[in-house]
């Protein structure tokens, strides 16, 4: 069974960084193919940034160009760098693989100020 743990998240103004991070444990995976999904109150859970396992990279319209999605697989952990944040950011954020499977984490909460 695989854990995902997301971290990184917090309250921060508009045009503002954050880093988020989310790291993988357990047994029998690997992070080749990774992707980081939102949902924000009310709304359906979107993709905000998948990686490949080419380290080919897809990201949703709404972020493109403002988040790069990275990962480490020596440590098992994948990336999410937001920039240029803005209130309608505000969503818990989520990791899954790419496809992503049924189990989902907590997630971490970012909550963008104006």
């Known amino acids: 069974q695989v854990q995902l743990v997301e971290s990184g998240g917090g309250l921060v103004q508009a045009g503002g960084s954050l880093r988020l991070s989310c790291a993988a444990s357990?047994?029998?995976?690997?992070?080749?193919?990774m992707a980081w999904f939102r949902q924000a109150p009310g709304k359906q859970r979107e993709l905000v940034a998948a990686?490949?396992?080419?380290?080919?990279?897809i990201y949703g319209l709404a972020v493109k160009g403002r988040v790069t999605i990275s990962k480490n697989n020596a440590e098992n952990t994948v990336y999410l760098q937001m920039n240029s944040l803005k209130p309608e950011d505000t969503a818990v954020y989520y990791c899954?693989?790419?496809?992503?499977?049924?189990?989902w984490g907590q997630g971490t909460q970012v909550t963008v100020s104006s």
């Open positions: 357990g047994s029998g995976f690997n992070i080749n193919a």
């Open positions: 990686i490949t396992s080419s380290s080919s990279t």
């Open positions: 899954n693989f790419w496809p992503p499977r049924n189990d």
